[in-house]
Structure formats: C-alpha cells, structure tokens
C-alpha cells in the first residue's frame, strides 16, 4: 500500500475520528484531523482517544472558534486547501 496523505474531518463523533486517524498511521499515511461542528468534550473516551493521537504524533486542527487557543484554527480558504491536496477525506 503507498503512502497517502489523508484528511480525517472530525464532524460527528470526535472520539470516532481520532481513532480512525490513529489508526491510519499504522500504514505510513499521512495523516491530519480537524475538529468541526461543534468543541471536543471533555469525556474519558476522548482523552483516552487523544493519547492515541499524540502517540500517533498527529496534532489536530479545528474549524470551531472556541476551541482556538487550544488548536490551530483553520478558516474556511485553508480547510478547502486541506482537502484540495488529501488524497483521501474521511468524515467521521
């Protein structure tokens, strides 16, 4: 399998995501992720999927404005790009 860049848009269910994108670097992808829609809660299974995140060395992005501080905000024109250039877009 070659190497891919994929983007992991986390819409729905954050924990969800994370795992996927954890998950994806197992094969040598590249891998981004980018909380939408709404702020990541604060649950267990959450941080226990954010460990996996940062064990995966990917640092996420977010589109939400209240989590800016915390991630790097993306606006719309770079979320576009983001997907103009993934070779996969994944929406969990």
Request: glycine share 4%.
């Amino acid at each position: 399998m070659s190497e891919r860049n994929i983007l992991v848009l986390a819409r729905r269910d954050h924990a969800e995501a994370m795992r996927i994108a954890a998950g994806l670097t197992i094969f040598g992808h590249r891998v981004r992720l980018v909380f939408m829609s709404h702020v990541v809660e604060d649950t267990p299974v959450n941080t226990e999927m954010a460990e996996l995140l940062e064990l995966s060395e990917i640092t996420p992005q977010t589109t939400v404005a209240e989590m800016e501080g915390e991630l790097d905000l993306l606006s719309p024109t770079a979320l576009a790009e983001a997907i103009t250039h993934s070779d996969h877009v994944i929406s969990a």
